[in-house]
């Protein structure tokens, strides 16, 4: 037995002795639901994922909304709950650094939902030459992120293949909807416009919409907004004119205040990214976001 599943092992009986026999973990409730239970790593691919699988299965995300995704810990509670799953979809390309060694405490198989898509490359930091792991936020990328999930719920789920294939066709169409808007707003103009952010999450909507993009630091990290990742920014704001720049809402937008200051930019926002809202929020679903996002850049990019 490896190494890392024997760990996991002694976690789960630490765990049950601890508790005397009282259950640590809230779960979600399986009893009586005969469904398959798909789970993803964070809330935006578990969105998705229902809006594909209808109410034939029963997904659920390893991260709660809210939750800043790259440098998650996975917790206990997780390697519990992740012993139910029948597959485990993930984003892939780096994101989820700590998923590899979670995914080996679970028997279930599990998906790449990035797979085929083409790839933009970090162009600094850290990760330079490594790809963007932001793939979900380009509408036409994230149409290969449905193509994957109708694939992977139908090889679980048979029975049910055609349903998947229909919703994953209606998401697909509200997807190409949004590409189209996006694509509208930038196709004309004499000047390309550049869409400035906090992190650099957004290279794969830049390019669905054909304009150039900057941000303070290419992937969340302890050492984000430095003097001179702000300064840089600051001159690019200051040279492309740019009118309004943006941050994501899972992080502190104290730097990009900085550089609005700086340069009379508007600091707009938040832009969603890496997590959905509440229900009660301004996206609470997938689509919400991307449409949220969408409209924030081009109210802020063009006249």
């Given amino acids: 037995m490896p190494k890392v599943r024997i760990q996991v092992h002694l976690i789960l009986a630490a765990l049950v002795l601890a508790g005397c026999g009282t259950p640590l973990v809230e779960r979600t409730g399986t009893q009586g639901d005969p469904r398959p239970v798909v789970l993803t790593t964070f809330s935006v691919l578990a969105d998705l994922t229902k809006s594909v699988a209808g109410n034939h299965i029963r997904v659920e995300s390893i991260t709660k909304v809210g939750t800043e995704i790259h440098?998650?810990?996975?917790?206990?509670?997780?390697?519990?709950?992740?012993?139910?799953?029948?597959?485990?979809?993930?984003?892939?390309?780096?994101?989820?650094?700590?998923?590899?060694?979670?995914?080996?405490?679970?028997?279930?198989?599990?998906?790449?939902?990035?797979?085929?898509?083409?790839?933009?490359?970090?162009?600094?930091?850290?990760?330079?030459?490594?790809?963007?792991?932001?793939?979900?936020?380009?509408?036409?990328?994230?149409?290969?992120?449905?193509?994957?999930?109708?694939?992977?719920?139908?090889?679980?789920?048979?029975?049910?293949?055609?349903?998947?294939?229909?919703?994953?066709?209606?998401?697909?169409?509200?997807?190409?909807?949004?590409?189209?808007?996006?694509?509208?707003?930038?196709?004309?103009?004499?000047?390309?416009?550049?869409?400035?952010?906090?992190?650099?999450?957004?290279?794969?909507?830049?390019?669905?919409?054909?304009?150039?993009?900057?941000?303070?630091?290419?992937?969340?990290?302890?050492?984000?907004?430095?003097?001179?990742?702000?300064?840089?920014?600051?001159?690019?704001?200051?040279e492309h004119k740019v009118p309004t720049v943006f941050c994501e809402s899972t992080v502190n937008p104290s730097a990009q205040q900085q550089v609005a200051r700086s340069t009379g930019a508007e600091l707009a926002g938040p832009l969603y990214v890496d997590s959905l809202s509440e229900a009660d929020g301004p996206v609470p679903t997938f689509l919400d976001l991307l449409r949220h996002d969408i409209d924030l850049i081009v109210g802020g990019l063009t006249p």
């Fill in 71 to 238: 440098g998650y810990e996975p917790t206990p509670s997780d390697l519990i709950n992740a012993q139910d799953a029948d597959l485990i979809l993930d984003n892939g390309l780096g994101l989820e650094r700590w998923f590899e060694r979670f995914v080996l405490s679970v028997d279930a198989p599990h998906v790449v939902l990035s797979r085929g898509v083409d790839p933009v490359d970090i162009r600094s930091g850290d990760y330079q030459g490594l790809p963007n792991p932001h793939a979900w936020m380009s509408p036409k990328a994230a149409q290969t992120y449905v193509d994957n999930i109708v694939a992977a719920l139908s090889d679980l789920d048979p029975a049910h293949s055609a349903d998947y294939a229909a919703n994953g066709a209606a998401v697909k169409r509200e997807l190409q909807g949004l590409l189209t808007t996006l694509q509208s707003a930038f196709e004309t103009g004499a000047a390309t416009p550049a869409l400035v952010t906090c992190e650099g999450a957004f290279s794969y909507l830049a390019r669905d919409a054909g304009i150039e993009e900057a941000f303070i630091w290419p992937v969340n990290s302890d050492s984000e907004g430095t003097p001179r990742q702000i300064r840089d920014v600051i001159s690019f704001v200051e």
